[in-house]
């Protein structure tokens, strides 16, 4: 790999000249422009990234952590943070913090040695593995859906318990009365939320949930399918479910078809999220819409503005998620 003394050397310039035409930190004269850039395209010279931070204290790169980026949820997600952060002349390094805290704290120090400008978290994990964070404060942070005890940083959320809510709501004026709720683990706060959005809803129609009604299992299509599998098989199952995840509302509409329960005639469905696949699913799947690109676009242009700015005030903004209506949802028969 070329270097810029070998850069140099071939133009007959000195190290500095390359450097400054390089980093357009001095006038150079065109001819000797023109010469650099024709040798350094000549010897595919890439410059380091890393020597231009030490000088100038910024490398252009944001870190993203999510907790599960197989998720489709997270991947999409992560395509319109990089679609925006691109946009403003800024790269990303992705971290997948999957499996815990402990990797969480891994990757939040690796970002810091690779001198990240800034970093968006979505965390992960439950609320007692969350004060993770609070020593790696280095740099300015945006966090998206929700908020970290004890860590001062911008953050944009996605009503979910608004969303469990509208969910809910959909499905009792269809006129379901018996609705399950099939959620992801327990302890985590997005469950939480969207589960309790739901069982207010309920609560405000005068709609009992017995324990029963509500499964707990993993945000996989894998979870949704053992779910709906123990629901489907009661004497007297649900004409309705609300599913936190689509990931889990397709496994589970699997699960339906595998039992001969046909969807919408005789159960109702709703997921959560509106990944890709959701309105590819049979039937097309009805479910809640976070505001993805929405929250993204506001993320990185919030964090690119502390970077640059340094001392503003810290703000949080929520965004209503809304309800997409398709086919997997219809009114009691």
Known sequence: MATMKQVAERAGVSISTVS???????????????????????????????????K???THTIGVLVPNSSNPYFAELIRWIEDAAFELGYNIILCNAHGGAQKQTAYLRLLMEKRIDGLVL?????????????????VPIVQLERALPGLDADLILAGQEEGGHAAARHLIE?????????????DLPRTRERVGG????????????????????????????????????DPHPPTAVFVTSDLMALG????????????????????????????????????????????????????????????VPLRSMALPSTLVVRASTAPLQ
């Open 56 to 58: 100038n204290d910024k």
């Open 122 to 138: 979505v965390a992960s994990g439950a609320d007692d593995e969350q004060d993770l964070l609070v020593r790696h404060e280095a």
């Open 198 to 233: 739901f069982l207010r809803a309920m609560t405000e129609a005068g709609l009992t949930v017995p324990p029963v009604r509500i499964v707990h299992e993993e945000f996989t299509s894998a979870g949704g399918h053992a779910a709906f599998t123990r629901l489907l098989a």
């Open 252 to 311: 589970g509409l699997c699960a339906a078809g595998v039992a001969g329960v046909r969807v919408p005639a005789q159960l109702s469905v709703v997921g959560y999220d509106d990944i890709a696949g959701a309105g590819y699913a049979l039937p097309p799947l009805t479910t809640v819409a976070p505001p993805k690109r929405a929250m993204a676009s506001l993320a990185i242009a919030r964090l690119i503005e502390r970077i640059r700015s340094g001392c």
């Open 20 to 54: 400054h035409v390089i980093n357009n930190t001095r006038v150079v004269s065109d001819d000797v422009r023109r010469r650099v850039l024709g040798i350094i395209d000549e010897m595919r010279y890439i410059p380091s990234a890393v020597a231009r931070s030490l």
């Open 174 to 186: 269809l006129g379901h009365r018996d609705i399950a709720c099939v959620a992801g683990p327990a």
